[in-house]
């Protein structure tokens, strides 16, 4: 009896095991059959990121110094009236060219002074920039900063080439997508219509963002290398400029991990060339 009353809830065990799996089966196709969702404006009308052509693409990508200079002019004259740099300090310029004295001119002369406080009065006061210091927020704090820009907060530029997919490609992209609101999107999306006081760009999450075009003419910037600053150019500058800030190191990852692939190559062939010098004699 005993055994019998064993199989049987083996028997059992076995039946709500099978039923369990045909309905996580049914859930699963079941899922995979239900309607899509409904189209939106950002899903239709979205666009991925143009390839603005970086020296620094790729696995052997490499920074063009001239370059991140005209593109840290173009943050400098154009971007650092609203977006901060706030965890980059001015002596990393050297990384990109800028000799000691000239990095402490650019920090001496930056239009913004550096926040500090009074030590024998302890109330809030300015300094001039040192080199040391990092790059000084334009507002002196976020409600200034909305109430200065549409109600929203200009975001930090330092890591912005990380911080979104294809980084580099998408500020590019942003800067150089500004447009009229196709007329078929409110055809089909009446209610996706900009409003006021926005601005229609595809490359952006929800196709509408409160920064006006920041380049909006060739000659906005002058390059001292002599190279003709169209608004195509400027927006790949500085978009290599925020791919530095965002990864200074770049370069030397790029060498470490070309080195580790050598090495690991020449140990492999060591490797093997010992495995048959090793077992030669013996018959397999």
Same mark, same amino acid.
């Given at each position: 009896?005993?055994?019998?009353?064993?199989?049987?809830?083996?028997?059992?065990?076995?039946?709500?095991?099978?039923?369990?799996?045909?309905?996580?089966?049914?859930?699963?196709?079941?899922?995979?059959?239900?309607?899509?969702?409904?189209?939106?404006?950002?899903?239709?009308?979205?666009?991925? %990121?143009?390839?603005?052509?970086?020296?620094?693409?790729?696995?052997?990508?490499?920074?063009?110094?001239?370059?991140?200079?005209?593109?840290?002019?173009?943050?400098?004259?154009?971007?650092?009236?609203?977006?901060?740099?706030?965890?980059?300090?001015?002596?990393?310029?050297?990384?990109?060219?800028?000799?000691?004295?000239?990095?402490?001119?650019?920090?001496?002369?930056?239009?913004?002074?550096? %926040?500090?406080?009074?030590?024998?009065?302890?109330?809030?006061?300015?300094?001039?920039?040192?080199?040391?210091?990092?790059? %000084?927020?334009?507002?002196?704090?976020?409600?200034?900063?909305?109430?200065?820009?549409?109600?929203?907060?200009?975001?930090?530029?330092?890591?912005?080439?990380?911080?979104?997919?294809?980084?580099?490609?998408?500020?590019?992209?942003?800067?150089?997508?500004?447009?009229?609101?196709?007329?078929?999107?409110?055809?089909?999306?009446?209610?996706?219509?900009?409003?006021?006081?926005?601005?229609?760009?595809?490359?952006?999450?929800?196709?509408?963002?409160?920064?006006?075009?920041?380049?909006?003419?060739?000659?906005?910037?002058?390059?001292?290398?002599?190279?003709? %600053?169209?608004?195509?150019?400027?927006?790949?500058?500085?978009?290599?400029?925020?791919?530095?800030?965002?990864?200074?190191?770049?370069?030397?990852?790029?060498?470490?991990?070309?080195?580790?692939?050598?090495?690991?190559?020449?140990?492999?062939?060591?490797?093997?060339?010992?495995?048959?010098?090793?077992?030669?004699?013996?018959?397999?």
């Amino acid at each position: 009896m005993s055994a019998l009353f064993v199989k049987s809830i083996k028997f059992l065990i076995g039946i709500a095991f099978v039923v369990a799996l045909l309905l996580a089966l049914y859930s699963t196709v079941s899922g995979l059959i239900s309607d899509p969702p409904a189209e939106t404006a950002e899903h239709e009308f979205h666009e991925h %990121p143009r390839d603005a052509e970086l020296s620094s693409a790729g696995l052997f990508g490499t920074f063009d110094e001239q370059q991140l200079q005209r593109g840290f002019l173009v943050f400098e004259k154009v971007c650092a009236a609203c977006h901060s740099l706030k965890y980059a300090s001015f002596r990393e310029l050297e990384g990109i060219g800028y000799s000691e004295a000239q990095v402490k001119a650019i920090a001496e002369n930056w239009p913004i002074p550096q %926040p500090t406080i009074n030590r024998d009065t302890g109330e809030a006061t300015t300094r001039p920039n040192m080199a040391s210091d990092r790059f %000084p927020l334009p507002f002196a704090n976020n409600v200034a900063a909305a109430a200065a820009n549409n109600n929203a907060v200009p975001p930090d530029l330092t890591y912005m080439a990380k911080a979104r997919h294809d980084g580099p490609n998408y500020v590019y992209s942003l800067l150089t997508g500004y447009q009229e609101q196709p007329a078929e999107l409110l055809e089909h999306f009446p209610a996706a219509k900009t409003p006021s006081g926005l601005h229609y760009n595809p490359y952006f999450a929800n196709l509408n963002l409160a920064m006006p075009k920041p380049l909006t003419q060739e000659g906005q910037v002058e390059y001292l290398d002599g190279t003709r %600053p169209t608004v195509d150019q400027m927006a790949k500058d500085v978009s290599a400029f925020l791919a530095w800030t965002a990864e200074p190191t770049l370069e030397n990852r790029h060498a470490a991990g070309f080195a580790t692939i050598l090495f690991l190559i020449a140990l492999g062939i060591l490797t093997f060339g010992a495995y048959r010098s090793v077992w030669a004699g013996v018959k397999h």
